[in-house]
């Protein structure tokens, strides 16, 4: 059976230029990054490579680059580096948004634990985080101010420049989810003046298992893996050559080909929706003018969505009902009650989300199998 995949916020395949870039550094230039020795200098000098190549993607110096295991990672460095540092000051308040990724949340709760404060901001209908509550949440006692880019199902963009601001005019640290953002926004960080940024490779057709987190030169932040003195002493551990080189070549070839991308993605999810359009009871979660052009997260009224995406599955349709971390536990998604859906509402809602490399044949068989489907489980 061919597969139609549409779960591109949960990950994408490795790109085939991307992995002939990586393979020489498996079996043959396999040096320790940190051996003074010829291969492990030629395996440094790779890494060098690629980690100059990020920081001039998003306008960093390339000791801003910090190399870990994945989004996850990052995302629980920024949080405890972050919030632990500023404790030094007494500042024991953490601020984040109530739809970050489980990576985010997860160190919250860790760090509610430790005897942080940690406060949620709402968001409005459409999953946007609004000014009055930044207002409201980000005080003087704040260390520490977490909001994602770009959410990861609903596609909608957070006013990330708006809160950064508000979060060092109150003295606190900036941190931004950039996971999802990262294949088809740029990512500025000297315009968005963020303190931590993070993003991972296998969200841009790149490698698994390898992610980034941007500190800001300057930026007192405690390390989260301990060991060597790889990453300049801040996090250890055995250099990724291959996953780092990958890193970087796939994010290149993101950040180079990311308006024709957006521009083709936009085409096939404007297709998708025509031809959904005969089904009724089709409702738009969240806001489609200021989101990511590829994810679309649907409601289809009287139809649950465990049924629906097992019944496409067995059609060949890969999808996915909110974080592929989550779908597992039959909890309504955090993201769409946050919205104001009702648990009802929330789980009858799936997450489409489209890549470039998909065809206008998968999208219109991909839909016609959705309006198919929905009717029998109606
Ligand atoms: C996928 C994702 C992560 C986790 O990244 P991994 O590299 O899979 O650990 C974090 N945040 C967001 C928004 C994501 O979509």
Avoid at 204 to 221: D, E, S
Wanted: one cysteine or more.
């Amino acid at each position: 059976m061919e597969r139609i995949y549409f779960d591109h916020a949960a990950t994408t395949p490795l790109d085939r230029e991307v992995f002939e870039k990586m393979t020489p550094y498996f079996c043959d230039v396999y040096g320790n990054a940190d051996s003074p020795h010829a291969l492990g200098r030629k395996a440094m000098a790779a890494v060098d490579s690629a980690r100059d190549k990020i920081a001039a993607l998003i306008h960093a110096k390339n000791n801003e680059i910090y190399f870990t295991s994945g989004g996850t990672e990052a995302d629980n460095w920024a949080l405890f580096g972050g919030a632990y540092a500023k404790k030094a000051e007494g500042k024991t308040r953490v601020v984040l948004s109530a739809i970050e990724h489980h990576a985010v949340l997860s160190a919250a709760e860790r760090l509610e634990r430790d005897g942080f404060e940690v406060v949620y901001l709402p968001v409005n209908e459409q999953g946007v985080v609004e000014e009055d509550a930044l207002q409201n949440a980000i005080d003087r006692n704040t260390a520490l101010v977490a909001l994602m880019y770009a959410n990861n199902e609903t596609g909608a963009i957070q006013p990330v420049q708006r809160a950064c601001a508000l979060a060092h005019e109150r003295g606190a640290l900036f941190f931004t989810d950039a996971v999802q953002a990262a294949p088809y926004m740029r990512l500025d960080v000297r315009e968005l003046g963020v303190d931590m940024l993070s993003f991972s490779g296998h969200k841009f057709y790149g490698p698994k298992g390898v992610g980034v987190l941007y500190i800001r030169g300057g930026v007192k932040v405690q390390k989260f893996v301990g060991g060597g003195e790889q990453e300049r002493g801040m996090r250890g551990g055995t250099v990724n050559v291959p996953a780092i080189v990958g890193i970087a070549a796939a994010y290149e070839k993101a950040v180079q080909n990311m308006e024709q991308n957006n521009e083709k993605i936009r085409v096939l999810v404007q297709r998708f929706m025509q031809e959904l359009a005969p089904l009724s009871g089709v409702t738009v979660n969240g806001d489609r003018q200021n989101a990511l052009p590829s994810v679309l997260n649907l409601r289809f009224d009287g139809v649950e969505n465990t049924a629906f995406l097992y019944a496409m599955d067995l059609q060949g349709v890969c999808l996915a009902a909110g974080s592929a971390c989550a779908s597992a536990s039959v909890k309504p998604s955090h993201v769409l009650t946050a919205m104001g859906l009702d648990e009802r509402q929330a789980k009858e809602s799936v997450r489409f989300s489209f890549g470039k490399n998909n065809t206008t044949e998968e999208i219109v068989q991909g839909a016609r199998f959705a309006v198919e489907t929905a009717r029998r489980l109606r």
